[in-house]
């Protein structure tokens, strides 16, 4: 039984280079990587991790294959549709470059039990959330989503549970891993034909979802989404991304942007004490990216906030001081 990823990046060095070396270790076949951005040098040192894939997605790649799309998302479904086609192994995730699969116990033994008429598993997403100011890109614990719809995020929350959903700042419908070889058209968080198709949930696996790498990669984020082309129709909604990006957008300064960033996401001891309580904070024991890293001689990787926001600063620059926000 095989199973691999497939991902469209673009995304600072480090964190796709513990991406690829974390799901091989895991045990991933294969972890197909289409550079958004083509990077000949991150190519390199990514090839270097075996079984990694990497597909530079440059004006060539996008003349053979319709054009590229202006929206991100449309990019993701084209590619992940592209090696789901092309796929060797016999299951395939899709999945972002800030999401990490995790397992317990022997790694993927559960897709082997699958029945056969089944195809394909929902993976549940816990989400990264800061106890302390972070030293890595990987510090933290992980919150569960609010069970339910019975306001309990509200209760626990406040009024910040108007830039949740179900208490977390993104996603909360996890990601799908399918078998290949049937005729299925994959999307972002799983087949577009969920009404037809038989999925089951996954109870060995999860998926850890860093929604920001670092602090100011979570306001960087959003304030990229407030310059999306849809943005002026998409802010008027009542959308808890949408009131996270109206909020910032409404304050006079970075500095009260990340002050408002940190009472999102970090979390205070009597918080974090009172959610492990009610089974909603976890850790990852064993999630260790550093460690697969260094399997295939890559200790020497930085993964440290500050130079990942430099990565960050660099790749982002003009559009950072186009914005007049270069806090």
Same mark, same amino acid.
């Given at each position: ?18 991406? %690829? ?98 195809? /394909? ?19 933290? %614990? ?27 700042? /993104?996603?909360?419908? /996890? ?26 949930? %996954? ?23 407030? %310059? ?57 024991? /064993? ?41």
């Amino acid at each position: 039984m095989t199973w691999g990823t497939v991902t469209l990046a673009d995304e600072p060095s480090e964190l796709l280079l513990a991406f %690829a070396a974390w799901h091989v270790s895991l045990g991933a076949s294969g972890v197909h990587i289409f550079l958004d951005t083509p990077h000949r040098v991150v190519a390199k040192a990514l090839r270097k991790i075996p079984g990694v894939q990497v597909t530079q997605c440059d004006e060539m790649f996008w003349a053979a294959n319709g054009g590229r799309a202006p929206m991100q998302t449309k990019r993701q479904d084209i590619v992940a549709q592209m090696a789901y086609a092309e796929a060797e192994v016999d299951w395939l995730a899709h999945i972002d470059a800030d999401e990490f699969l995790t397992v317990d116990g022997a790694a993927m033994t559960e897709l082997g039990a699958v029945p056969s008429g089944v195809v /394909g598993l929902r993976i549940p997403v816990r989400e990264r959330v800061w106890l302390e100011p972070p030293t890595t890109i990987f510090d933290g %614990a992980f919150k569960v989503p609010v069970p339910g719809r019975l306001g309990l995020d509200r209760t626990l929350l406040g009024p910040l549970a108007k830039y949740t959903q179900r208490g977390l700042t /993104g996603h909360t419908r /996890g990601k799908t891993i399918v078998r290949t070889g049937s005729d299925l058209t994959l999307s972002i968080h799983g087949p577009k034909e969920p009404e037809t198709l038989n999925l089951m949930e %996954a109870q060995s696996l999860r998926l850890l979802h860093f929604d920001g790498l670092t602090p100011f990669h979570w306001l960087l984020k959003r304030l990229k989404y407030a %310059a999306m082309p849809h943005a002026e129709t998409k802010k008027r909604s009542d959308h808890y991304r949408w009131n996270q990006i109206n909020a910032l957008q409404e304050m006079d300064s970075p500095a009260e942007a990340h002050a408002f960033q940190e009472e999102v996401t970090v979390m205070g001891p009597e918080s974090a004490q009172q959610l492990r309580a009610l089974r909603l904070l976890e850790d990852a024991p /064993g999630f260790d990216p550093a460690a697969a890293l260094a399997t295939f001689g890559m200790e020497d990787t930085i993964l440290s906030v500050e130079r990942f926001d430099k990565r960050l600063r660099r790749r982002d620059g003009a559009f950072i001081e186009a914005i007049g926000w270069d806090a």
